[in-house]
């Protein structure tokens, strides 16, 4: 649906040049400097001991004392301690019981009350987070989705009322879209990755914030808007990893032969993702995604003469998911 919209728009653009009595216009661009976006939103188990203590907690005190304080008696120690044997075993079978109904509860509690700190540990943790989607989620579902013109760029010719003219038909056909809809693991971004790996260095930042009952994980992209990563592509570099994607080929085979693209780019900015991680289980509730994108078209030709050249068109994806488990 971006790719139709996003042809839409280069069409009006390209016809609303020829308006203005341009066969072959070529701009010159000048360098994109806009900040990026920078806001959106073990177990290790003890041994179990409560055995022996519930043992001793439940044996008499005078019968605990005696072989204390006779000990050194031999006759008397075996006549002493001879009638603690058939308690013990007695209170053996309910402490076992009690400790192994307690233990799961203190292994599954035990991630939560390590909170990972370190980049490695953060992407780590998000990573494995994230595989659970496929493996152990039921309902994977879209809450939000929208493109919006990022940054106001809008690279396409001098003329202000051509601009203008543009930015009206970029409001009129990119509209959020708030109904929820059912999709399935390999629809998450990033699209068609359902075992996911990232390390470090595709990573510029990496933070974990303890909201109570879930951890708060934000990971970004390498990109800025003074270094761009180009045409990155689903489980590749570092946008990659991260959120929604525009696929320039989507956008020049819905064209078809009405417009043709030459040198037609995906230029990425600091794309950002949110999850919210549940401590207890691992599993992430929700998710949002930022990506900001700059289209960039080197020429576009339109019905086999109108001619565009060095065009930017600045884009900004944005997503909202859930998932059930």
């Not at 519930?54 to 008696?73: D, K, V, Y």
């Not at 999709?183 to 933070?207: E, M, N, R, Y």
Request: charged share 20%; with cysteine.
């Amino acid at each position: 649906m971006k790719a139709k919209k996003i042809v839409a728009l280069t069409a009006a653009f390209a016809a609303l040049l020829s308006m203005a009595s341009c066969v072959t216009i070529k701009v010159d661009v000048p360098a994109i400097n806009v900040p990026g976006i920078s806001n959106l939103y073990d177990p290790n188990g003890s041994a179990d001991n409560s055995g022996s203590d519930n043992n001793s907690a439940e044996t008499p005190s005078e019968e605990t004392q005696a072989p204390a304080q006779e000990e050194t008696q031999a006759p008397e120690t075996p006549a002493t301690q001879a009638p603690a044997t058939p308690d013990t075993p007695s209170a053996a079978p309910e402490t076992p019981t009690k400790g192994s109904t307690e233990t799961p509860t203190k292994a599954s509690s035990t991630p939560a009350s390590t909170k990972p700190s370190t980049k490695e540990e953060i992407i780590t943790y998000y990573v494995t987070a994230y595989n659970k989607v496929a493996t152990e989620g039921k309902k994977v579902t879209r809450t939000y989705d929208n493109t919006t013109n990022y940054k106001n760029i809008v690279k396409i010719g001098n003329n202000a009322s051509i601009k203008n003219l543009c930015e009206k038909l970029m409001k009129q056909f990119m509209k959020p879209n708030s109904e929820a809809l059912v999709k399935t693991a390999s629809d998450l971004p990033p699209v068609g990755v359902t075992k996911l790996s990232i390390s470090p260095s595709q990573i510029s930042s990496a933070t974990c914030t303890d909201k109570g009952s879930y951890y708060e994980v934000v990971l970004k992209s390498t990109g800025t808007d003074s270094n761009y990563e180009i045409d990155s592509v689903p489980g590749k570099g570092s946008a990659g990893v991260i959120g929604p994607l525009l696929r320039t080929e989507d956008v020049s085979g819905a064209a078809g032969a009405f417009i043709k693209f030459d040198g037609l780019h995906a230029k990425y900015a600091t794309c950002t993702v949110t999850a919210k991680i549940d401590k207890a289980s691992g599993h992430i509730t929700d998710f949002r995604f930022n990506s900001p994108c700059i289209l960039h078209f080197d020429k576009v030709t339109a019905l086999g003469m109108i001619k565009v050249e060095n065009c930017d068109l600045g884009l900004l994806f944005e997503q909202k998911w859930t998932v059930a488990y």
